[in-house]
């Protein structure tokens, strides 16, 4: 770090009272957002050839890297140029999307494992680039492979996403160094940024086929009203933490004092303090976001009222997440990238134990730590408890709709205690912290969840029930039913029977 920089990053780690490492992240996350004015100022797809865009991006991504790791880059280096290697040399029909996730994940569990017997839990260092970038690298080996799959055989999102031709060596490091998202990411899929790159995403499709659009210019949209409101929910969002977080620490959960109080303040303790964790992560991803909306990045159209729209780099919707009335409303609204990364490459190519699988697969990459993974496995035991207890309940609460929104009220404070329970274990990290705070709940919840998986049934409603709703069935009821996967069961028969 330059003398200058570290001397005011130290000044305002003493002033704020804020970690020195997190200030050092705020000031340079500032700096890239001057770096990316410039990048779509100077270097718009109608003003540079693509390869200038490519090559800066690349340039400015490895400045990025080395200036925070200095020669840990290596490690990233090293990551990227095996994983090329491997997805140009095996046939993509021949298991190549496996051998490169196995290569990736495996070197990123090595750091992982390294970072976790260090016992530095603060710091931001390779390992934290290297998560992102494995979710680049694994993503475009499935695509590339998708590229070359029958198109029958894949989902409408998978033909989308598809990769057709193999990336050249200058396309694919853009794509995992480019600089605006280098650090924390977002991850965005290879297609999404290539449109970026090329233009596309400027362009309206007026003619032609999918293989050979025909592409008419349209206006770029301003993105400073989307970039401005960013940064003014993570500068509100920073003073918060600033002024309240030191009276709320996660661990504070394993207190006597909090442990010993009143069943209200102990609820309350718990979702504050997991709040006040899950804001640190959203101001990240305020700044990451605005930072590819000033470099062009993150153009995802326009509104039904016109107003263009920059939420294609969005990695939260933080209000919709905390009024979120199930978990798919958590999942859908929080860390956004990951979920649609954990999709692609997991849940949609996994024959069997899909919840399990995708919720063991994120703890893996998030690094080796008890919480992590007992956070796993309790979300894996609030889905199908949920699943369960939806499909037993809920038809007793459509007949009116004072019922259906008293099941509405139910279901949301229901669905935020049980996540804020189950989900606390990440941000305690270690067995001992794990273990005393869920001690101190007798670990009500889970033999909860347990017990509502073993005694209620599989379907409530009979079969002749649901032989005599299904033949009355429209044809647009089954196309509903088939984009709501998660409403399976009695609970689709249910679905089918309101419309």
Request: glycine share 4%; hydrophobic share 40%.
């Amino acid at each position: 770090m330059a003398p200058g920089l570290r001397h005011l990053v130290t000044e305002l780690s003493r002033l704020t009272g804020v970690a020195e490492v997190e200030v050092h992240f705020l000031v340079f996350q500032g700096l890239c957002l001057i770096l990316a004015f410039i990048y779509r100022s100077f270097l718009h797809p109608s003003k540079v050839s693509t390869t200038t865009r490519h090559a800066v991006a690349v340039l400015l991504g490895l400045y990025v890297g080395i200036y925070h790791y200095s020669w840990s880059i290596c490690h990233i280096l090293i990551q990227a140029s095996v994983a090329y290697i491997l997805m140009y040399t095996i046939d993509p029909k021949k298991h190549m999307p496996q051998v490169v996730f196995v290569f990736t994940m495996g070197y990123l569990c090595i750091e992982q494992l390294r970072k976790a017997l260090s016992s530095d839990l603060t710091s931001i260092d390779h390992s934290t680039s290297m998560m992102i970038i494995t979710q680049k690298i694994t993503s475009l080996a499935f695509c590339i492979k998708d590229g070359q799959t029958d198109m029958s055989k894949l989902n409408p999102r998978q033909r989308e996403l598809a990769v057709r031709r193999f990336p050249t060596p200058l396309e694919y490091c853009s794509y995992v160094f480019h600089f605006q998202a280098f650090l924390v990411g977002p991850f965005c899929f290879y297609k999404e940024y290539m449109d970026f790159v090329e233009g596309k995403d400027l362009l309206m499709n007026a003619t032609g086929h999918d293989d050979k659009p025909q592409f008419t210019k349209s206006k770029q949209p301003s993105a400073l009203r989307a970039i401005l409101g960013k940064l003014a929910c993570a500068s509100g969002i920073i003073i918060i933490i600033a002024v309240v977080a030191p009276h709320y620490p996660i661990e504070g959960n394993t207190w006597e004092e909090v442990t010993n109080s009143s069943y209200i303040y102990r609820v309350f303790y718990m979702w504050w303090s997991l709040t006040l964790c899950q804001m640190k992560y959203v101001i990240a991803w305020l700044l990451v976001d605005a930072i590819c909306n000033a470099s062009g990045l993150g153009f995802n159209g326009y509104h039904s009222d016109g107003r263009p729209k920059w939420d294609r780099m969005t990695n939260v919707h933080f209000l919709t997440f905390l009024m979120g009335t199930n978990l798919k409303d958590f999942t859908d609204n929080w860390n956004i990238s990951t979920a649609k990364w954990l999709k692609s490459v997991c849940y949609e190519r996994v024959p069997v134990l899909k919840e399990m699988s995708t919720f063991l697969l994120s703890a893996v990459w998030h690094g080796f730590y008890f919480g992590y993974y007992f956070c796993a496995v309790s979300l894996t035991l609030m889905v199908l408890s949920s699943r369960k207890l939806r499909r037993n309940v809920r038809p007793y609460f459509l007949q009116n709709t004072r019922r259906k929104t008293f099941y509405d009220w139910l279901t949301w404070i229901a669905s935020t205690l049980s996540a804020v329970y189950f989900s606390v274990s990440f941000p305690l990290v270690t067995f001992q912290y794990n273990i005393k705070f869920y001690s101190s709940t007798y670990f009500c919840g889970h033999i909860i969840a347990i017990l509502i998986i073993a005694i209620l049934p599989r379907n409530k409603t009979d079969k002749k029930t649901a032989t005599s709703i299904s033949d009355n069935v429209t044809a647009y009821g089954k196309h509903c039913d088939q984009n709501v996967p998660e409403q399976t069961g009695n609970d689709s028969i249910s679905t089918k029977k309101n419309l």
